[in-house]
């Protein structure tokens, strides 16, 4: 049990490594130099808010993706899709590598990188469902959260490598060369990744969970639909995920060229603090999963949502204070503490809420068509009222408003609160108490 369970966790969190690393590639690229080269006619705070408008095209993709994996994801199993959407989002990552500029393209750049984009969301849509839950149903009942924050740490380790293809390359050359050629090096790597990354997932098995269900003959035709029937499920997951979303991709995304652009610090600053955030936020959401099998995943939740409530604005004060140490402080403190929490659990407290035959569905639908609003807009929402009202606090207080909501949910919806999961065999309102 406990090689086959690490060669699972293994296959699931290297190719959400890699799958990751291609989706967030292009943060840096958004935040940094994509408004130079895509969108060069553009004053700068506007060509960053379009940058990131291309970025967000992939948040708006994701939903798509969500429904076609969770459809077959639930129908032939996990595996396949996860092997897909690798092999579909490594194809889009490297063609971003060979991309022409606005220079010498003029309007077809921008339209080759926005098509690009949406195909990377596909894919992304239908990965971390289908990874998350090779994993919680393969695990043993009382480590089910341990082994689910794994997930959490290879999205972790994507951002990480992201983010140091960049520093590396921007260190390494320089800027009028970064600006023509080294910018694509860390879109041109995705595909050494993706030839590991799929190496490693076709030598791995099914999970037992979705196994024991086909054997049983409980897989459906159209479980989309017998998904949507638990609507009020389905929202939990949305309303959850959309406030982990928003403070994430404003620590993560919005806070790299709020630090150069707005504050005028140096962009390597944000980069290393970001860097340094992920790696913290991989030891303290092992810990968490830890946590959260010995007093519940929901309760682990709590922790997490109500600590984005009270650190929003404390976020902004320490950037504004344009120290580096009380910089990366603050993003440090973003990332391993409140995204933690919230992010580790989500495997197995999202699937708790469905069946197994109808899982990779509910959950990917709920989830994904919150990172339209939690993910996608948070930088452009962040970045355009930044630009009107030439302060941080309305960004806060979204931060905030969205965090409550979350808890909200969390708070009001009756889930089964003891340390060991409850393995659902019927799709319902909620699980059983055990």
Request: glycine share 10%; net charge positive.
């Amino acid at each position: 049990m406990t090689f086959s369970m690490r060669k699972v966790a293994t296959a699931a969190t290297v190719g959400t490594l890699i799958e990751w690393y291609d989706f967030f590639v292009y943060l840096p690229a958004a935040a940094l130099v994509f408004n130079k080269l895509f969108f060069p006619q553009a004053e700068p705070l506007t060509g960053t808010l379009l940058a990131f408008g291309t970025y967000a095209t992939g948040f708006f993709a994701r939903p798509l993706g969500a429904i076609v994996a969770g459809h077959y994801g639930d129908r032939v199993g996990r595996k396949a899709l996860l092997i897909a959407t690798l092999l579909l989002m490594g194809l889009a990552t490297f063609l971003i590598g060979f991309l022409p500029t606005y220079e010498t393209a003029g309007i077809a750049a921008p339209v080759l990188l926005l098509i690009l984009r949406v195909v990377q969301g596909f894919a992304t849509g239908g990965e971390w469902g289908g990874a998350a839950l090779m994993v919680v149903e393969s695990a043993p009942p009382e480590k089910r959260n341990a082994w689910g924050s794994l997930i959490t740490v290879g999205i972790l380790l994507g951002l990480v490598l992201a983010s140091i293809a960049f520093t590396v390359v921007n260190s390494a050359v320089a800027e009028t060369a970064f600006l023509s050629w080294g910018w694509r090096v860390p879109f041109l790597l995705s595909a050494v990744l993706v030839a590991i990354g799929l190496y490693i997932r076709l030598n791995v098995g099914e999970s037992r969970e979705f196994e024991d269900a086909a054997e049983r003959g409980e897989t459906r035709k159209v479980p989309l639909l017998e998904a949507l029937k638990h609507p009020k499920n389905i929202l939990v997951v949305f309303f959850i995920r959309i406030a982990e979303n928003f403070s994430f991709y404003t620590f993560a995304a919005f806070s790299l060229s709020y630090v150069s652009a707005v504050l005028g610090l140096p962009r390597s600053l944000a980069l290393n603090a970001v860097i340094l955030a992920a790696l913290a936020e991989c030891v303290t959401a092992v810990l968490f999963g830890l946590l959260a099998d010995r007093i519940s995943s929901r309760k682990v939740m709590i922790v997490g949502l109500a600590f984005q409530i009270v650190f929003a604005f404390p976020f902004f004060w320490l950037l504004e204070t344009k120290a580096p140490g009380l910089v990366m402080l603050a993003i440090v403190m973003g990332f391993a503490l409140g995204n933690g929490a919230i992010s580790s659990v989500q495997p197995d407290y999202f699937a708790r809420f469905f069946g197994v035959y109808i899982r990779y569905s509910g959950i990917s639908i709920g989830r994904e068509g919150a990172t339209i609003i939690g993910g996608g807009l948070a930088p452009v929402i962040a970045t355009a009222l930044v630009a009107t009202t030439h302060a941080s606090w309305p960004v806060a207080l979204c931060m905030t408003g969205t965090s409550v909501i979350g808890l909200a949910v969390v708070l009001m919806s009756r889930r089964a609160e003891s340390a060991a999961p409850v393995v659902v065999r019927t799709p319902g309102m909620a699980p059983a108490q055990s």
